[in-house]
T-cell receptor, first 111, second 111 residues
Framework: GENVEQHPSTLSVQEGDSAVIKCTYS??????FPWYKQELGKRPQLIID?????GEKKDQRIAVTLNKTAKHFSLHITETQPEDSAVYFC??????????FGAGTTVTVRA | DAEITQSPRHKITETGRQVTLACHQT?????MFWYRQDLGHGLRLIHY???????NKGEVSDGYSVSRSNTEDLPLTLESAASSQTSVYFC??????????FGDGTRLSIL
């Protein structure tokens, strides 16, 4: 089955700086890559996703890049704010339905 | 508004007891999923269903079962609860190739 690895496991950044989280996947058939944000005690919520026919997607301060050849994708958060502090999960799917998740990255934005 | 609800939100039980966690969605989604979340492991898939009377095992299905008798509900049953099943459980649903949306989770403690 699909194996998704996520790095780093923790990330501390100064407010206003950028944060980058990287994920690799094993199944070359994977074609859908969502990112979820989970605040403490809350449900995971989708923040951005990308499909394999696209190399990059942006939504305000958040962007995701995909390199299908290398089988890795990354989340970029620019101009970080305190409300960006959360756990972020990447995931991959080969059929648009069943997701395999990375282990998560705890992001702390220092004021 | 359509939503996905889980109940109970918290439960404490004893080893060996049978436990059922409820998941109900009003989006009329065909796809429903159960995950468990443990520190350092992210979200791991327990069981999933692509429609009424369809159920499939995920990566950590031992000791768990599900049934899908209608579109709205996918209850998760722990046949004989074990301390290793202490976790936070999330239900999610999706329609077609749309992203998964999660419930608020159930925190289950097995003593």
């Amino acid at each position: 089955g699909e194996n998704v690895e996520q790095h780093p496991s923790t990330l501390s950044v100064q407010e206003g700086d950028s944060a980058v989280i990287k994920c690799t996947y094993s199944d070359s058939a994977s074609n859908y890559f969502p990112w979820y944000k989970q605040e403490l005690g809350k449900r995971p919520q989708l923040i951005i996703d990308i499909r394999s026919n696209v190399g990059e997607k942006k939504d305000q301060r958040i962007a995701v890049t995909l390199n299908k050849t290398a089988k890795h994708f990354s989340l970029h958060i620019t101009e970080t704010q305190p409300e960006d502090s959360a756990v972020y999960f990447c995931a991959a799917s080969s059929n648009d339905y069943k997701l395999s998740f990375g282990a998560g990255t705890t992001v702390t934005v220092r004021a | 508004d359509a939503e996905i609800t889980q109940s109970p939100r918290h439960k404490i039980t004893e080893t060996g007891r049978q436990v059922t966690l409820a998941c109900h969605q009003t989006w009329n989604h065909n796809n429903m999923f159960w995950y468990r979340q443990d520190l350092g492991h992210g979200l791991r898939l327990i069981h999933y269903s692509y429609g009424v009377h369809d159920t499939n095992k995920g990566e950590v299905s031992d000791g768990y079962s599900v049934s899908r008798s209608n579109t709205e509900d996918l209850p998760l049953t722990l046949e004989s609860a074990a301390s290793s099943q202490t976790s936070v459980y999330f239900c999610a649903s999706s329609g077609g190739s749309q992203p998964q949306h999660f419930g608020d989770g159930t925190r289950l403690s097995i003593l």
